[in-house]
Nanobody, 121 residues
Framework: QVQLVESGGGLVQPGGSLRLSCAAS????????MGWYRQAPGNQRELVAL???????NYADSVKGRFTISRDNAKNTVYLQMNSLKPEDTAVYYC???????????????WGQGTQVTVSS
């Protein structure tokens, strides 16, 4: 099994910055993708940023130019640097890791517990 531990959420004023972290641990054979999703009240969970194979990166249009995803493969950790935050960025942010727990195990999606980000004055 793979466990994910998130940190870094909180309350910030509009225009401010936050950095989210997500560390993966446990039985990890390989990681295919690491990313962040978010869910605001009454909305569906949506992709924020995704890094695949350490090279390809995709961002939601609403965060392009403001958010940056990065990975530390040695630590199995993914980060989300969020700048110029807006009230509409308020949501619970979830870390997602697609990984194999063993050489012959299927690729699976693992989710963090979620961390609240609130952008408000």
């Amino acid at each position: 099994q793979v466990q994910l531990v998130e940190s870094g959420g909180g309350l910030v004023q509009p225009g401010g910055s936050l950095r989210l972290s997500c560390a993966a641990s446990g039985s990890i054979f390989s990681i295919n993708a690491m990313g962040w999703y978010r869910q605001a009240p009454g909305n569906q969970r949506e992709l924020v940023a995704l890094n695949t194979n350490g090279a390809d990166t995709n961002y939601a249009d609403s965060v392009k130019g403001r958010f940056t995803i990065s990975r530390d493969n040695a630590k199995n950790t993914v980060y989300l640097q969020m700048n110029s935050l807006k009230p509409e960025d308020t949501a619970v942010y979830y870390c997602n890791v697609r990984a194999r727990s063993g050489r012959f195990s299927p690729m699976r999606d693992y989710w963090g517990q979620g961390t609240q980000v609130t952008v408000s004055s």
